[in-house]
């Protein structure tokens, strides 16, 4: 499911998208369509080199960090989302 409304909903967890796209209107429909209320982020005009900073070569590419900004879980697959969190709620 991609859509953030879950228990983690009340938590102080954040989620924070970052478009790879540069196709801005396929991105903001995708974004608007599945109801994602998060932080959005995108590079359109490909001026940033996180894609080489962040090894960011295909997408979704998942970071979990905890309230002290330390990496919990990295490369893991959207489908290990729900678990990481379940698993470091009282970190995050």
Do not use: C, M
């Not at 909903?9 to 903001?28: L, P």
């Not at 359109?44 to 970071?63: A, G, M």
């Not at 919990?72 to 990481?84: F, S, T």
Request: overall charge negative; charged content about 25%; hydrophobic content about 35%.
């Amino acid at each position: 499911e991609i859509n953030s409304s879950n228990e983690f909903s009340n938590s102080k967890i954040s989620v924070v998208a970052v478009n790879t796209d540069t196709e801005e209107d396929k991105w903001i429909d995708f974004v608007t369509e599945n109801e994602l209320d998060w932080i959005h982020l995108a590079d359109i005009s490909i001026k940033s080199p996180f894609r080489e900073l962040y090894d960011i070569r295909q997408t979704p590419k998942v970071y979990i960090l905890d309230k002290d900004l330390t990496i919990i879980a990295k490369h893991i697959g959207v489908d290990q989302i729900h678990q990481v969190l379940s698993n470091h709620q009282s970190d995050l």
